[in-house]
């Protein structure tokens, strides 16, 4: 039964992209990012919104608490692997991978799932921050699909003025963006509903998000593997990812501009 809707949904995402123009595949989501070119500071002087996504929100996890991070579900060139815990979620992440492939003419990419259900952990993401803004890979920007239940993603819009020496591998290119726009308006996203956020957009969970159950889910299309020891491991796939621990190796070492 796995193998007949991963080959229904190859196939389906195969008829929907085949020999549309690149052009015309953008226009479907009414976006102005090219996401077949590779992402470059430059990308980040014109930052973006959410954009909202046209997929129905009727499921939910099946369990009262989930905590899934980045989850690989699906290798790039390989089919879908969807554990038991995540099957609620198929047939959205198969909604998600057609609209992405339509709107991005990208077919094959890494699919990685996020789950946040239960009463709100962490407090890393309450600082404003880009997903998929590292540079320490020239890669296409990734698309992070995201839903969440109640006090809503906030984002802030606007320009960022990089000086020529601002180096995204030395600098924090979060400070920095925080910095500049100290004062810009913040807006939230409705509950609810699905978005794409691409790496240019500034965003940040409400840092007054309450205790009370959440349900966040986040489903990412990355050109490259995220090798981090903190992703969820897939029971589905023989390979974890190694000890790497980018965010004290990397992220926390870079300086503010
Ligand atoms: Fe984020």
Redesign the pocket.
Known sequence: MRQAFVQKSRLETERLTKHLPYRKKLRHMNHPRNYQKIKTIDDFRELDSPVPINVAWDVTPTESRQMVLRMLVKPKYGDWKIPDELFWLKDTLMKLHQIDTKATGILESNCYVTVRHGIPESQK?DEW???GASFRVDTIPER?YILVSHTP?EYKSGKLDIPEDFDPLKHDLFHFAAKQLKDAEITTIECNRWYL?NPFCL??RNPNTPQIPRTFIRVSFVDIEIRDVNNTQNSLLPTPAFGRDPVHTFRNKLIKY
């Open positions: 993401d921050h880009f997903d992070n993603t956020l965003h940040r």
